[in-house]
């Protein structure tokens, strides 16, 4: 695929965008705003996977549906009880939509860390804050590689106890249960043995030794363009946290339903939020057409 344009800004500003999202994803509750939030999300995921955004967005569709249809199991509050089950326990209408919003909130907050996780790379974060913190750095960049690598490494030392005869989906469950144990007891060998290796690695190489004066190799140049890029998100996130602090964008799902209509803050902060998770989406936009274009005029 075309690589994303987005991605090619200065780090600082991706950085800037995702945490300025993400935060706002979790602190809004107004439902247009909320849903204006999953969908830029989602737009921009299907501009960085294609078709493969899908398999994330329908199985983050259905945890929408179970997180919304549950909530009312658990949380008994509101004043419009749709029906009892369990001798009288209220399924509620409050506490349905209640749970669509956490649901909701939820979605959103795991497309965005998708995306992020496609757009900021360890040399990313490493070159943000390796000079600063560099302990610090190397701990959190090895975090966020932890699940992935976790994951291909597993697979890799089960098939190779497959080839040997040793399988946890054959058998009975305790001869399963052992299989898995070593499978387990064989990754976690691995990993240590890794992080080991990663530190001496590291510190044979210096990485820490006077990290705010070592040289370092910097290809990301700073530019008009990611300046007057910064600007314009910063602009929309004050607009929205400026909504959020003066109640503008204040709702209530218990005990009744209160969604009153948007004021002019309110209004404005929809449209700098839409704005701000559209940004992506659009600079990739622009930058495909003007692809296409050149490779129609070639």
Not at 40 to 51: K, N, T
Not at 152 to 164: F, H, L, Y
Request: hydrophobic letters at 50%.
């Amino acid at each position: 695929m075309r690589p994303d344009a987005f991605s090619t800004h200065h780090p600082a500003v991706t950085l800037v965008f995702f945490a300025g999202v993400i935060v706002l994803c979790v602190l809004v509750q107004q439902p247009v705003l909320q849903a204006v939030g999953f969908a830029g999300g989602a737009v921009y995921y299907l501009c960085l996977r294609g078709r493969d955004a899908w398999r994330l967005l329908l199985g983050l569709m259905a945890a929408f549906v179970v997180l919304t249809a549950i909530n009312p199991l658990f949380d008994t509050l509101g004043d419009t009880v749709l029906f009892a089950y369990l001798g009288g326990r209220p399924y509620t209408l409050e506490a349905l939509a209640y749970g669509a919003s956490t649901a909701c909130m939820f979605a959103s907050v795991m497309t965005w860390f998708a995306c992020y996780a496609r757009v900021m790379s360890t040399d990313k974060f490493t070159y943000l804050f390796g000079n600063r913190a560099p302990a610090l750095t190397l701990v959190l960049t090895m975090t966020l590689r932890l699940v992935p690598t976790y994951g291909r490494k597993a697979r890799q030392i089960s098939t190779a106890r497959r080839c040997a005869g040793l399988s946890m989906g054959a058998g009975s469950l305790r001869h399963r249960a052992r299989d898995g144990a070593s499978l387990l007891s064989a990754l976690t060998t691995w990993a240590l043995e890794g992080a080991v290796t990663t530190a001496d690695s590291m510190r044979s190489r210096g990485y820490g030794t006077n990290a705010g004066r070592r040289p370092r190799y910097a290809r990301y140049r700073f530019g008009a363009r990611d300046g007057l890029l910064l600007v314009v998100m910063l602009a929309c996130i004050a607009v929205t946290c400026t909504a959020l602090a003066t109640g503008a964008l204040a709702v209530t799902y218990v005990p009744a339903i209160d969604v009153p209509a948007l004021p002019p803050l309110g209004v404005a902060a929809l449209i700098a939020l839409a704005v701000l998770v559209l940004v992506p989406s659009a600079i990739d936009a622009r930058e495909a057409i003007a692809w296409r274009c050149s490779l129609s005029s070639t």
